[in-house]
């Protein structure tokens, strides 16, 4: 290891933590009890709620967002222990620091007994103020650093979010679906794969504006998203290219599903001051298990050359590149069969059904 690579700090992208009062509801029903601990607050500079009895204190520390909540064991309507198990089972509270408060009696029993019920910490013997003063700090401190790890991992997942998906239309990315066709490759499962291009999309923005383009990228982001089963996925992959991953799917089951996909994006309506009606094209594929290679980039320009053959032949139309299709340039004839745009066969489709490929 380098010198640089030793001593370099680990830095953190994450913003400081902004320093305030720690905010603290404190539980105890004894007058002089109260009074000492009201002192504390004052002296430590904390915004304190200071109560006799804990029998409103979920609604309390719901309005009031503790960072630390001190409870006297012993109370009026209810004992320490059980407010400590209720704080635990209440979603709101249940990461906000507890300390029992003592009589300075307890034995190690009852300590042990009020740890288990949920407490943080157990404080037997108030009089020790320096003591008592430094448990606080120490709770406090450790909820400022699990709200700042909170933070953190929240942040880390919106970020890890955004590099998964396309922020337009919120489907996977191009980048998320090759790791996902890599993947299903790996494992040598049977799958298919549409690749979908809407219909003469360039003319829609240059005559509706691209506004107009971004709704129709929009709505058939949601019809594509709603026509597949939850353990399919579809991506967008580029500009107006969408493509689907469909698990256990034959060349006849990939060709149903792309059917009923284009039929749904013909009939899903116009688009307000757009179009009167969009269509797609779609070329299909399947990936082969029992082949011995086939990387995931020839799986995708096979189904990219089924969708080229899909435009040249009128568009709004789904054409199947079966696995021993050969793939020549895409400016020379392809021998791919192109399917009928007939509805969906209802015989068909519980077939498929039947197969295990839900004809949806």
């Known amino acids: 290891m380098s010198f640089w690579a030793s ?131 120490v709770q406090l401190r450790n909820k400022r650093l699990f709200d700042t790890l909170q933070r953190v991992r929240s942040e880390r997942d919106l970020l890890r979010r955004d590099a998964q998906h396309d922020a337009l239309t919120s489907l996977l990315n191009r980048r998320s679906l090759e790791t996902a066709v890599a993947e299903r490759c790996a494992a040598r499962e049977r799958f298919a794969v549409l690749f979908m291009d809407l219909d003469h999309f360039k003319s829609i923005n240059d005559r509706f504006g691209h506004d107009v383009g971004d709704r129709v990228l929009i709505s058939t982001a949601h019809i594509l998203r709603a026509g597949l089963r939850p353990g399919d996925l579809v991506a967008r992959y580029g500009g107006e290219e969408f493509v689907a991953l469909i698990n256990g799917a034959g060349p006849e089951s990939a060709r149903l599903v792309a059917e009923r996909l284009r039929t749904s994006v013909s009939e899903m309506g116009p688009t307000p001051r757009g179009p009167e009606r969009v269509t797609i094209s779609i070329g299909a594929t399947v990936f082969d298990p029992h082949k011995l290679e086939e990387p995931p980039v020839e799986l995708l320009r096979r189904a990219d050359v089924a969708l080229y053959a899909a435009k040249r032949g009128g568009r709004n139309r789904v054409v199947v590149a079966t696995p021993d299709t050969a793939l020549p340039d895409l400016t020379e004839s392809v021998p791919i069969t192109e399917q009928p745009r007939a509805p969906l066969d209802p015989t068909a489709a519980a077939r498929v059904r039947g197969g295990g490929m839900s004809s949806r």
């Open 7 to 137: 001593n370099r700090p680990i830095l953190s992208t994450a913003p400081p933590v902004t320093e305030r009062p720690g905010r603290v509801i404190v539980v105890e029903p004894v007058k002089a009890r109260r009074e000492l601990l009201r002192q504390v607050m004052i002296q430590g500079g904390y915004d304190s709620i200071v109560v006799e009895d804990g029998d409103d204190l979920l609604r309390l520390a719901a309005e009031f967002d503790p960072d630390l909540l001190l409870i006297a064991v012993e109370l009026p309507s209810a004992s320490g222990l059980e407010l400590c198990g209720d704080i635990r089972a209440s979603e709101p509270t249940r990461h906000i620091p507890t300390i029992l408060l003592g009589h300075g009696d307890e034995n190690e029993v009852a300590v042990a007994a009020g740890l288990l019920a949920g407490a943080d910490d157990f404080i037997t013997d108030l009089s020790r103020s320096q003591e008592l003063r430094a448990r606080i700090h």
